[in-house]
Nanobody
Framework: QVQLVESGGGSVQAGGSLRLSCAAS????????LGWFRQAPGKGREGVAS????????YYADSVKGRFTISQDNAKNTVYLQMESLKPEDTAMYYC?????????????????WGQGTQVTVSS
């Protein structure tokens, strides 16, 4: 079992920045990949960014490339999502997820464990 707890969400104006954190606990040594997903009201869950825990290789959705950065602190078992130049369309609930198999695809079905989410609201 892996437990994931997100924090750092909030309300910002367009152009602003936020940093989300996801603290992992439990059987984290089985976690091959950590990812961030988001879900806006009335829409499906969208993969945003993922990171291989072994070597730090990262993947991003086209919609956030150049604006968002995923990173990890192995000592703290924490993964971060630094979000810059935020847009109103980035408004969503953001979820951290753990992939045990290691594909790191930004596909919801690839991930086994999920956090409860943290809300990000960007106003124009």
């Amino acid at each position: 079992q892996v437990q994931l707890v997100e924090s750092g969400g909030g309300s910002v104006q367009a152009g602003g920045s936020l940093r989300l954190s996801c603290a992992a606990s439990g059987d984290t040594h089985f976690t091959a990949c950590l990812g961030w997903f988001r879900q806006a009201p009335g829409k499906g869950r969208e993969g945003v960014a993922s990171l291989y825990t072994s070597d730090g290789t990262t993947y991003y959705a086209d919609s956030v490339k150049g604006r968002f950065t995923i990173s990890q602190d192995n000592a703290k078992n924490t993964v971060y999502l630094q979000m810059e130049s935020l847009k109103p369309e980035d408004t969503a609930m953001y979820y951290c997820a753990a992939d045990l198999r290691g594909s790191c695809f930004l596909l919801e079905d690839e991930y086994t464990y999920w956090g409860q989410g943290t809300q990000v609201t960007v106003s124009s």
